[in-house]
């Protein structure tokens, strides 16, 4: 219901604008560098049951 309910946070276009993160930031953390399928990643690490 959350997730239906929620919308994602955005930042207003001047704040993004005047926060650019640099490209060779070795701490860039923006969502930019999530994985699309991260899903995956986590179910193939989950073990079958028998």
């Not at 219901?1 to 070795?26: G, H, L, R």
Request: proline share 10%.
């Amino acid at each position: 219901m959350t997730m239906q309910t929620s919308k994602i946070p955005q930042w207003p276009e001047d704040v993004e604008k005047a926060c650019q993160i640099m490209p060779d930031d070795p701490i860039d953390v923006s969502y930019k560098n999530n994985s699309p399928h991260l899903w995956r990643y986590v179910f193939s690490s989950l073990k079958k049951k028998e």
